[in-house]
């Protein structure tokens, strides 16, 4: 009685997925001609010579009309093939709905205004350059973030990864440096091939990672206090390599440019003047998110990891090798904290046993901003992807808006709070 | 002051999917001790949480001293007279027994700073009043649990309540300071306060009871002065109840043949389990008996594994078998459901697929590289068999209702293809229906050959499941009946023989 009831009351009040994905497409299309005329009629304007007032200050914004368009055409299309003939699943348009879709995907409108704020207040901000650039910060940010994202996800965490950063960088870095340099730190060493030095530094940062697990896997330690001594031992050990002669802690530099360009290069610089080509730290982060994906989606590695933080005990029960599954947690955690520091390393062309302060925390904040819950067991990549962006965005954006670094902590903390505030809001009942 | 001092009327309390208390009345007089029974599970705990304020209940009214409250929280509850002793005690350890006493309510020097020494003092003067030989001082985690227990006891008192409910307060306590305790409650009854007594042991209630209510699968049977009862009435009442049509009709034939023999098998723990011996056959259920504290999942999480063996042989189709750990059991063909869904079961923020597939994940992978068209379509069909009712297979497992969740984790256990399956109170905190559903799942898997250790405090289930009963009682092997042996008045008195 009751269940007809709903259902007249749907077929009246409600859309199917079917119409949605249809709906959503042809919004989509609208937008993407809508970019596509104003890049036309632009660059007729720009043709005829006076760039200027609107047509000047709308900047590259008719591409991201453009890109939007295409963005929403294909979240239509997906959602209208997957529904297609189908006229039974029905979208909810109750505005209770609505509000858990806001609080489910509220940290992503709060990108969303925070990119206008910005975007209004500085024109200049709205340019493919910008975005490539953001891209580009983010990246290093990313591969940690992935890295300490498995820790967190076993309701756990990682204090060691702002020294495993540094440690790789000072180690890959110290190998490669230029012949010629005069402040070499093996003055003797001959000129090794690149992936050397960045294998051995990533090996270094694994043992220390092992040192981590089995810590936290043998005695049961809290993984807060494993890392943190873990943490204080690396930079202990990387200090004293750093300070080895004749290096005695100076700044490394002279880096090779065939180390240099892992981090430096641009693809495409010809092709693509106006965002001066694609930094290579793109693809690099890109290769690592899917890779990490891959891991936590389609492993049985990845099941376990969400099994041990989604409950400890029926881990056990269910006859997972707990001991085995966090040991292999910190070692390809350490792995991802080592490349981020190679690429520091690379991107920076110089390293110090100061590189990498700071990223452990920023990894845990983009994360739990990106809805990995520190209670274990629940976290997807493309979270951390955003929760990486996000942070990113607010860094670069606020600077170019001019806010003084000091108002960008506060800002930063306000948003880590607020973010974790919506996201716990999601799971509390009643 | 009116006739009672406690009057609980038509107490009802629904949990997803389960009733838990039905219409249940309680009253009590002023000055006397009122005997709360029942089996596990009749209610009895959710009855005194709902008393207590930490549970509210959905239907019935509390009437205290004549004035109907609604007790929202524990903090109520107490300013409202009424203290509770809990049956699992959870001292703060590192912090001395006098703070653990007045914690929330530490006497302080200009509302400032704590008042150790008259906190001291305060504590010395009750464990004088109640003739307790305990230092205030000392940390909480240095007494033994029978010291706990009567410190607890103490905090009772201390809130000076008129009414003091004690949730199995003799558990851990030995005969001389059970003695003490009653004395303690005959002072307490003498100064006009009133106790609830809750415990399964029938001579302490004849003893020290004025009345006693019964309940059982969350009804009120009766309320009866305890001078008209006896051991045996009292059973009978907390037992007796219509059988007909709870359970599917058997329709399969046990084998003599023996699957796993155990042999005086002792427990590292001192505390827990000694010399348990028995056979296992294939295709029977063997059903476990015992009160709480008969140390019944003790038992089978170290044949699984779990724990620790001091003493004793495991052999299973005669080969020798001693599990280190989950995964011999595994290897062994052995699969466990466990007693508590939520704390060792299902994984709640994950999907039913993952919850599925969990236990046999290298079945659906290469080289550590998951196959999830398999996971998801075997997962399907085996919650399918089993008749799991979810909307899809990416529904997180804690949306769904007891009765479902079980029912995916027995498709888990089923997916490692087990010789022997233990299930651990299989229906708790599961509807009729759904349990139905469960023991009809239970009886074709021992018609397909498989051995079933089940262990469960329900009467009915276990008398209406097994085909032999094994009875344990605090950590002994009691004895083990044939189906035609085994009714509820001779499993309660096995239950109950080493107590």
Redesign the interface.
């Known amino acids: 009685m009751i269940e007809s009831e709903g259902l007249s009351m749907s077929e009246s009040k409600q859309l199917t997925c079917e119409k949605f994905g249809k709906m959503m497409s042809i919004i989509g299309a609208a937008i993407a001609v809508l970019g596509v005329i104003l890049i036309v009629v632009k660059n007729s304007v720009k043709a005829s010579g006076n760039l200027t007032g609107v047509w000047k200050e709308m900047y590259d914004l008719p591409w991201f009309i453009f890109l939007l368009g295409l963005g929403i055409i294909i979240f239509g299309a997906l959602k209208w093939k997957r529904y297609l003939g189908d006229t039974t699943s029905m979208m909810d348009t109750s505005p209770k709905a609505a509000k858990a879709f806001l609080l489910n995907n509220g940290i992503i409108l709060a990108l969303v205004v925070m990119v206008i704020v910005i975007a209004v207040k500085e024109h200049r901000f709205i340019q493919g350059r910008v975005l490539v650039d953001i891209l580009a910060q983010a990246s290093p940010r990313m591969i940690i973030a992935l890295g300490i994202c498995f820790t967190l996800l076993i309701a756990g965490t990682d204090l060691s990864a702002c020294r495993m950063v540094g440690l790789a960088a000072v180690i890959s870095a110290s190998m490669l440096q230029n012949p010629e340099y005069p402040n070499r730190f093996f003055p003797n060493l001959p000129q090794l091939p690149v992936f050397i030095p960045i294998v051995i530094a990533i090996i270094v940062c694994m043992l220390f990672g092992l040192l981590n697990g089995f810590l936290v896997a043998k005695f049961d330690m809290h993984p807060f206090i494993a890392t943190l001594a873990v943490q204080v031992i690396i930079y202990g050990a990387c200090s004293l390599y750093f300070d080895l002669p004749p290096n005695n802690s100076q700044p490394i530099g002279g880096i090779r440019k065939s180390f240099s360009q892992i981090g430096q290069y641009r693809f495409w610089q010809d092709a693509l003047p106006a965002i001066n080509g694609i930094p290579i730290l793109i693809p690099i982060a890109i290769i690592f998110v899917v890779a990490i994906w891959f891991v936590l ?5 990845g ?2 990891v ?2 041990i933080g ?2 400890r ?9 707990v001991f085995k599954t966090i040991l292999c947690i910190f070692i390809l955690a350490s792995a991802l904290y080592g490349v981020g520091g190679v690429l520091e390393a690379a991107r920076t062309a110089g390293a110090t046993n100061n590189y990498g302060v700071g990223y452990e925390l920023d990894a845990i904040a983009a994360c739990v901003v990106g809805g990995v ?1 520190l209670n274990g ?2 976290g997807k990549v493309s979270g951390i992807i955003i929760g990486v962006l996000i942070f990113t965005i607010i860094q670069y954006g606020l600077q170019f808006i001019g806010v003084s670094a000091m108002w960008q902590q506060v800002i930063k903390g306000i948003i880590i709070a607020i973010a974790v505030a919506l996201d716990l809001s999601k799971y509390r009942r009643k | 002051m009116g006739e009672y001092v406690l009057e609980m009327n038509h107490i009802s309390k629904f949990f997803p999917g389960v009733k838990a208390l039905d219409g249940v009345t309680l009253k009590v007089r002023p000055g006397s001790v009122h005997a709360l029974m029942g089996e596990n599970g009749a209610g009895k705990s959710t009855l005194m949480k709902c008393l207590f304020g930490i549970y509210h209940e959905d239907e019935g009214e509390i009437i205290l001293d004549g004035k109907k409250q609604s007790i929202d929280s524990s903090k109520m509850a107490l300013d409202l007279g009424v203290s509770m002793i809990h049956q699992e005690l959870h001292p703060i350890s590192f912090r001395p027994v006098m703070e653990n006493i007045w914690l929330g309510r530490f006497p302080m020097i200009a509302g400032i700073a704590v008042d150790h020494k008259k906190m001291y003092q305060m504590t010395k003067d009750l464990f004088k009043k109640i003739d307790l030989d305990i230092n205030p001082a000392v940390l909480a985690g240095t007494l033994s649990a029978s010291q706990l227990q009567l410190v607890e006891i103490a905090k009772a008192v201390s809130y000076d309540s008129k009414i003091i409910i004690m949730d199995e307060p003799t558990s851990s306590l030995t005969d001389n300071e059970v003695e003490h305790l009653f004395k303690i409650i005959a002072q307490l009854k003498s100064e006009g306060r009133s106790i609830i007594y809750i415990s399964h042991k029938m001579e302490e209630i004849l003893k020290i009871s004025d009345e006693v209510t019964i309940m059982r699968d969350g009804t009120y049977v009766g309320t009866w002065s305890a001078s008209e009862l006896t051991t045996d009435l009292i059973i009978n009442r907390m037992v007796g109840r219509d059988m007909t049509n709870r359970f599917p009709p058997k329709t399969y034939e046990t084998s003599t043949e023996t699957i796993m023999e155990v042999r005086n098998l002792t427990a590292t723990d001192p505390r827990s389990f000694k010399d348990v011996t028995f056979d296992l056959h294939k295709g029977e259920i063997l059903g476990l008996g015992g009160l709480v504290g008969a140390q019944r999942t003790e038992l089978v999480e170290a044949i ?1 594994g ?1 724990r620790g063996i001091a003493s004793g042989t495991i052999t299973i189709h005669g080969k020798p078998y001693h599990a280190k ?3 011999d ?2 290897n062994n063909k052995i699969g ?1 459901l ?1 007693e508590e869904r939520r ?8 999907s039913i697929t ?1 919850n599925t ?3 046999s ?2 079945k659906f ?1 290469s080289g ?3 196959d ?1 068209k398999k996971r998801r379509n075997i997962a399907a069909e085996e919650n399918k068999k089993l008749n799991t009712k979810t909307p899809t297979m990416e529904t997180l497992i804690q949306n769904l209702s007891g009765g479902n969740q079980q029912k995916v984790l027995f498709a ?1 256990w089923l997916l490692t293809t087990p010789d022997i399956l233990i299930l651990d109170e299989p229906t708790r905190g599961i509807d009729v229906g759904a349990k139905y559903e469960i023991y009809t799942i239970m009886q074709s898997l021992a018609a397909e050959g498989k051995a079933i250790i089940m262990i469960s405090s329900e009467m009915p289930e276990l008398l209406g499941m097994s085909d032999r009963v094994m009875v344990m009682s605090d950590g002994h092997l009691a004895g083990i009946l044939d189906k035609e042996q085994a009714d509820q008045v001779e499993v309660m008195r096995l239950a109950t023989a080493y107590l």
């Open positions: 989606n389609k492993t049985v590695f099941k376990n969400y099994a989604g409950n005990e029926a881990a056990v029960v269910s006859g997972i090798n819950s067991g629940v | 699984f779990l750990n989950v995964a059991a595994k466990l466990t704390a060792t079961g299902i994984f709640g923020v994950l993952d597939i969990i236990a994940e290298k992978s550590g590289i998951l999830n888990r």
